[in-house]
């Protein structure tokens, strides 16, 4: 199974994170858009615990993308992941612009 979707171009530096079980791929309109101005990649979350789910987007980030970048979630996937994801690493470890991570 895919774990995420790339659209524009590299850098990537945008990267969208879903919400809701099952609800891969809802955010695709979003990341069509986006990528006109920069590259996005699409976190599908295809792990099925939060620690894991975590881990597989650090991971994508970290294959991916050219920090910093702006990290999105939408519903659930800003509660379970990029909330989680923020607090499970050291600020130090990866260089992102928290104050525009939202």
């Not at 910093?68 to 992941?81: A, K, Q, Y």
Request: hydrophobic share 35%; proline share 6%.
């Amino acid at each position: 199974m895919e774990s995420s979707r790339t659209y524009g171009n590299p850098p990537y530096k945008v990267v969208l994170v879903h919400g809701g079980p099952g609800a891969s791929g809802y955010l695709a309109p979003l990341a069509i858009k986006l990528s006109e101005g920069a590259g996005v990649v699409e976190v599908l979350n295809s792990a099925s615990t939060i620690k894991d789910q975590t881990y597989e987007l650090y991971e994508e980030i970290i294959r991916q993308c050219d920090l910093p970048i702006i990290l999105i979630g939408h519903s659930w996937g800003m509660v379970e992941l990029d909330i989680c994801f923020e607090v499970s690493k050291p600020r130090e470890e990866i260089d992102f612009d928290w104050s525009r991570t939202f």
